[in-house]
């Protein structure tokens, strides 16, 4: 294996067999990072015990730590405090790299595809093969063309409206990097220099939703985000507590989003709101059109407080 300045910061949580492959996968590959670092929430330490069966090559260093505090963008935060390298790599730890993944994202970096020159571009992330942009119908065109206030071609990798991130897409006629709006935290690459301070606001805790919207967009300021079409991953989701309170989620989800739209996208005023309403009624009408009764009871209870907690931060007794 062919080490790079690359520090691979992985947040763990009782994942033990998932994340043993997560790093068998990265351990395949031609290419790897010179630091992995490990950020583990778990109650038990079976994870570490098993570190140390895995055939880490010559010039990899591995760091394994307990949490400090339990959540996604926390942990991150932490590992980034630990890591020396030039460039650093954001890996969920329920993920699959195919082949020469990490060379690809890093090679994003000398890509000279898209203007200005290559010492602009940020963070570049890697194709997830099961999660990816789809063409819309009708009904959700329709609210592109709303919230965006234009007709495009394709919505692919955008930031829209109230903060609603449009996943890349998959399609082999695009050049091999496309420059984005926004990345994801699921396997991310991002030039140090590039990251803000903090890295994470104290908003995002727990699951973190948004938190890699929050980040990318802070770092497409002054730099480019690219997708690498061919840095292909494939993101096994795993369930936990954490996503089975659908209501929870509902408000984090409105929680972060709105927190995005006005304190990063700096999208203020009235507009926006009835913007971010509309986005809001529409997961609404999304859920009762599935006929998951339990579903959309959660989601309304979860936006209910949301709301609250917006017009709490709105009248100064939030602060964030």
Not at 18 to 27: A, I, K
Not at 36 to 43: H, L
Not at 126 to 153: C, D, E, W
Request: charged share 20%; net charge positive.
């Amino acid at each position: 294996m062919i080490i790079l300045p690359v520090s691979a910061i992985i947040p763990t949580k009782d994942r033990e067999e998932v994340l043993m492959r997560t790093l068998q996968s990265l351990l395949a590959q031609s290419h790897g990072p010179e630091e992995v670092i490990i950020v583990d929430a778990s109650f038990s330490n079976e994870s570490a015990a098993r570190l140390n069966s895995l055939p880490w090559p010559a010039g990899m260093q591995v760091h394994y730590v307990p949490a400090e505090i339990k959540g996604a963008a926390l942990q991150r935060m932490q590992g980034i405090k630990l890591s020396t390298s030039e460039f650093i790599l954001f890996m969920d730890d329920d993920i699959a790299l195919e082949a020469d993944c990490v060379i690809k994202l890093f090679e994003g970096f000398t890509n000279n595809q898209q203007p200005p020159t290559n010492n602009k571009i940020g963070g570049v992330n890697a194709m997830i093969t099961n999660q990816h942009y789809t063409p819309p119908g009708f009904v959700t065109r329709s609210m592109y063309i709303m919230l965006s206030g234009k007709k495009l071609s394709t919505w692919a990798g955008k930031v829209i409206g109230p903060a609603w991130n449009l996943l890349p897409e998959d399609n082999a006629n695009l050049p091999e990097y496309v420059v984005c709006e926004w990345l994801n935290t699921t396997c991310t690459m991002y030039r140090r220099e590039a990251l803000p301070n903090p890295v994470f606001p104290q908003v995002f805790k727990g699951y973190s939703l948004l938190e890699d919207l929050a980040l990318s967009v802070t770092v497409g300021r002054d730099w480019i985000l690219l997708n690498a079409r061919t840095a292909r991953i494939f993101h096994n989701s795993q369930t936990g507590d954490h996503k089975s309170d659908h209501a929870l989620l509902a408000e984090m989800d409105l929680v972060n989003r709105h927190y995005v739209m006005r304190h990063v996208l700096q999208r203020k005023g009235f507009r926006n709101y009835f913007k971010l309403f509309l986005f809001a009624a529409f997961g609404t009408a999304s859920a009762i059109s599935s006929r998951r009764v339990n579903f959309v009871f959660a989601d309304l209870k979860g936006k209910i407080r949301a709301l609250k907690h917006i017009l709490r931060e709105r009248t100064g007794r939030n602060r964030i």
